[in-house]
Structure formats: C-alpha cells, structure tokens
C-alpha cells in the first residue's frame, strides 16, 4: 500500500443529484465531505439511494452537482485521470471469464500503462502487494470463475488497492466475507486511511458501522438526514426515523483478529 | 514448455503446411513447366485471399465477442456479414446504373467493393447496438442479429433478382456473393492486406480494453477505460476486417466463431494472446477448408462457406446449448 497524496481540503460532494435514465429523480441534493485519515460509512434502509450515491462519485451515472477532490472538479477528468485518484469496489461483478485472479488485479494498473506496454517492474510489485494486502496471494493463479463469493470480494478490493489512487469507494465490500475476513478488510481500510486516504464504503450492518467508521452519513429517500461522528449517526433518534426500528445498546457478540492475527 | 508456448508452435505449423499444400494442390499440372509459373501464381493469391479471409474474421470474432462480452457472438451471426454482403451488392449496383460508362478502365467496380462492404458492415453492427442497446442479454443480441442478418440476406435476395435483368451486373453480383475466393486475384488482395493488417493492428492495441471490458462497463469504466471510445473503434474495426474479408471471400460464416473457441482453452482468454493467435488460427481454418473444397470430388463447385456452415452450425449449437444449461443466456 503506497502512501497516497491528497491535500486537506479532502472529497467534497455539493448538491449531488442523480436521475435514472427516463425516470424520477432519485438522490436529491446530497451533500458531503470526507478528509484525508478518514473511514466514512454511508448507511440506510434499503432504496435510500447509497449505491446511487456512491456510483454517480466514481462517475458511473451520470449527475448534477459537483464532485471535488483537493479542489479539483472530478467531472472535468478523463476516466484514466479519475481512475489515478478514484477506486472503486463494487458490490459483485459482471466477470465470468476465466481471467486468472493476477490478470483482474492487474487490471488496477490500467490506468497506469498505454495500450501497448508491457506490466513494468513496479506494476508487478504494486499487484503482488495488493494481493497480499487482500490476502489473496494464494489464490493469484486461480481462474476469478472458480472462486466463492467472499474470494472475489477480497480480489476486487485487491484490484481497487492496485489503483493505487488516494480515494476508495466500496459497496458494500463485507456483504460476502466471514468475520474474520471482515475485520481484516476493516483492518486494511484503516491502514490505508491512516496513510492519508480517503476511506467511503456502503455498510449494512450498523453494529460493523459503529465499530469500524469514523464518521458517517445516514442517507434516506435519497437525501441525507444525518452526518457527522458515527456515534452521533448511528444513535437511537436517528436510527428510529431512518429505519424505524430501535437501537438497543448492549454488549452482545463481538470479534477481532487474536495478536499478531491481523495483516502486515 | 507450457501449453500456450505449444499451441503456437502448433499453430504456425499447421498455417505453414497450409500454405504449402495450398501451393501444391489444385487444378493444373505443376509438371507443365510452360504453366507452372501461372498456376503458382493464381494459387498463390487464392492461398493469400484465403488467409486473409480467415484471418480478419477470426479476429473480427474476437473483437465482437468481447465487445458484447458475449462468447456466441462472431460478425456472420450478428449480421455483420449480411451487412458487408449487402453493401457490396449496392455498391455493385449503383456502379452499374450510375457510373457504368463513365469511369476509367482502370477502375473496375471490384475496387469499390471494400467501400460497400466496410459501409454495409458497419452500418449493420451500428443497427444492432442501437436496437439492442447497451446491456442487452445474450438471447436479445443473438435474436436480433439473427433478424439483421435474414432482413440483409432478403433484401440481397431482391437485388440479385433486379440485377439479373441486366447480364453484366448479375453477372458480377454473382461472382461476388456466390464465389469465393477462388474468384478473386490479387487486385483484391492488394485491397484487402492494409484493411486486415491495419484492423489487426489496431485491435490489438485494444487488447487491455477488451481485458477490462470483461468485468462489464462499469468496472471497466471505474478503472480507467473511456467504454464509448472502445465501443465505437471495436465497431470500426470489426466492421473493417468483416468488409475486408467478404470482400475477397464472400460469405465465410463461422470462422469468427469457431477460431477464438477452439483456442480459449489453450491460450487463454486474455485478448493480447487470444487476438494474434485467433489471426494465424483463423487464416490456418479457411487456408485448409479452401484446399478441402479443391480435393473433394464434386460435379460442380464447392463454395468454401458452405463448409465452414457445415462445420459451424453444429458447433453453435453445441455452445448454445452449453450456454443455456450453465444460465448464461441472461
């Protein structure tokens, strides 16, 4: 994991809208702000329009309002520049093919090579390390369509590490992993936040919310309600009109990785 | 060595005895030292046209299927064939009725056939994209290719029945959608080396592209790829290589198909093996269906596209079904 580079002023999202192709408005006016060394959670029932939000910052539907990164209007960007400052991992992929697990994680380095050159010395090595930050080392010449589901989530972080760009941008990433994969994604992305990037993942499970965000932001009817730390977000008023159902702080069931059990 | 390292020695053996067989085998005695160097020759550009042919339809087969990420998808089942087909038949026309007469002796029509073919090709592939748009399902853009492809086959049917009014232009629309390369010399080859070399080329510099595309758009997008600029140069140069190769050989259904197939499993789907390997397979495939049509003994005369049918049709439908029974037709 290379230290990004991205000034102060951070990932800012003002007056976001997005309309579907031929139908209604669905996210209107969101706006947000995420900072360097930051894990931001975006949550909501379902339809609250996080996915939309998120696809429309990495510049996959198209949107009104404006997206800045350090100040920098995304929009006016080529896909390969955004795709230098913005990764994405996706909930699941459209990937069938048997492309070998190194070949999709290579695929992060598009961006980085023309069309004709070959992976360079240092493209090999930010792949290798992607896989083993991903912890997918083992599987590195597996066909992607033999693996599970959880398997291919760790790729498609793996691919979005091998970006390399300061901002990522994951749906729902945790959706198909067992507890231990989950803390050790929760443990890469705060590693990578903690070298300066910028951290915004679609979470479902409010308990993993609280336990691995630094602040979040609670979008509902494709507007946002709430925002700011994640104890504040993820509390009981703000819960109870989101979702309608109520938080009950008690200590139940929890996990983490034993000492030493984490990544490197 | 590893498989992929075989294959294409296997590969660049096979299209070498092709070649040489090709020069070896066909109608004439070699022995007629008077003639020799004249057969030589017409086998020689029969042999080219026919590499040719296979070569960019191969490729063009590999280009649409990760255009449309869709493995049953070749130019002569998307339609793209037809397409070519029919441009070719107009062009042939409107040179009959508009300029027969005033044009130089040293333009032939024959030379403008690549023109109507590429315009053909290029038209039917944009047809389909518009019609089905762009996350259509695998049955969608197989039906509606398969519809294009009847709707061009009629609407050629037409015009070959107005042209054999006029023995001239029937005459030349016959040689052109009827026989194959064994009609063509080395004009048309001529014509056809920089469309196949140049397609080739810059399909290849693609390859990355077509990679990602595989993930879907939106991956591909996410990580860098500008998809509508893919899109539009896949479609051109598809519809290139289609042109150039019924331009010189007619209706060749399949290849485009069969070739990038047949060699998957050996190297690879990744497209930066998979496009030069489908060329020299491709141009081996319809090298040695043109010396079977040569040796079998048949009253009349065997058209080349009638064996690469024979060998595509089942195969097809082999892969459609297989496609079904794993649900990949959604």
């Known amino acids: ?264 | 060595m590893n498989r992929s390292g075989l294959t294409w020695i296997i590969l660049l053996l096979v299209l070498t005895g092709g070649m040489i067989t090709g020069l070896l085998v066909g109608d004439g005695d070699l022995s007629d030292l008077a003639l020799r160097e004249t057969y030589l020759k017409l086998r020689l550009w029969r042999l080219g046209n026919a590499g040719l042919a296979g070569a960019a339809l191969a490729t063009g087969g590999v280009l649409v299927q990760g255009l449309f990420r869709n493995p049953l998808a070749s130019p002569s089942i998307l339609g793209t064939t037809a397409g070519a087909s029919l441009g070719g038949m107009v062009v042939l026309s409107l040179w009959n009725v508009l300029l027969a007469g005033s044009m130089p002796a040293w333009l032939p029509a024959e030379l403008l056939l690549p023109v109507g073919c590429l315009l053909g090709a290029w038209l039917a592939l944009m047809l389909l994209m518009t019609v089905t748009g762009r996350d259509a399902s695998v049955i969608t853009v197989l039906l509606t290719g398969f519809i294009l492809s009847s709707l061009f086959l009629s609407v050629g049917g037409l015009l070959t029945s107005f042209a054999s009014e006029d023995f001239e232009l029937g005459r030349a629309i016959v040689a052109f959608t009827l026989r194959g390369v064994e009609a063509k010399g080395r004009h048309h080859l001529a014509l056809a080396v920089p469309m196949v070399v140049l397609g080739t080329a810059v399909a290849m510099s693609w390859a990355r592209h077509l990679d990602a595309l595989l993930t879907g758009e939106d991956e591909a997008r996410s990580i860098g790829v500008d998809v509508v600029a893919v899109r539009r140069w896949a479609i051109i140069w598809t519809a290139t290589l289609t042109a150039a190769a019924v331009a010189i050989g007619g209706n060749i259904s399949f290849v485009g198909l069969m070739v990038p197939h047949a060699l998957r499993p050996f190297v690879g789907v990744e497209h930066r093996q998979l496009m030069p390997a489908a060329f020299l397979g491709g141009a081996a495939f319809v090298i040695w269906v043109d010396i079977l049509v040569r040796v079998v003994p048949t009253r009349g005369h065997l058209p080349l596209g009638v064996v690469t049918r024979l060998v595509g049709a089942p195969i097809f439908l082999y892969l459609l079904a297989r496609a079904a029974r794993e649900g990949r037709m959604a």
Request: aromatic content about 2%; glycine content about 10%; overall charge neutral.
């Open chain 1, 1 to 264: 994991m290379s230290p990004p580079s991205i000034g102060q002023r951070g990932l800012a999202v003002t007056g976001l809208r997005v309309r579907h192709r031929h139908g209604p408005e669905v996210v209107h006016g969101v706006d947000l702000q995420a900072h360097p060394g930051e894990v931001m959670g975006l949550v909501g029932p379902n339809g609250a329009g996080k996915t939309t939000v998120l696809k429309a910052m990495v510049g996959l539907l198209p949107s009104a309002g404006t997206i800045t990164l350090d100040g920098q209007d995304l929009s006016q960007l080529s896909a390969r520049e955004r795709a230098h400052r913005v990764a994405y991992v996706p909930q699941r992929t459209a990937l069938t093919a048997p492309l070998s697990v190194r070949s999709v994680v290579d695929l992060g380095r598009f961006a980085h090579r023309s069309s004709w050159s070959r992976p360079s010395a240092h493209d090999r090595a930010v792949v290798s390390q992607a896989l083993e930050d991903a912890n997918v080392a083992d599987l590195a010449e597996r066909p992607f369509s033999t693996l599970s589901g959880g398997e291919r989530q760790r790729v498609l972080l793996a691919r979005a590490l091998a970006t390399q760009a300061p901002v990522l941008l994951l749906d729902e990433p945790t959706s198909a992993l067992d507890v231990r994969q989950v803390l050790l994604l929760h443990t890469i992305l705060r590693t990578l936040a903690q070298r300066g990037s910028i951290i915004i993942a679609v979470l479902h499970d409010l308990a993993e919310v609280r336990e691995h965000t630094d602040r979040a932001v609670l979008l509902q009817d494709g507007q946002v309600q709430y925002t700011g730390p994640t104890p504040e977000v993820v509390a009981l008023e703000p819960v109870r009109a989101a979702y309608g159902v109520d938080l009950i702080e008690r200590a139940g069931l929890a996990y983490r990785l034993p000492t030493g059990g984490g990544v490197a």
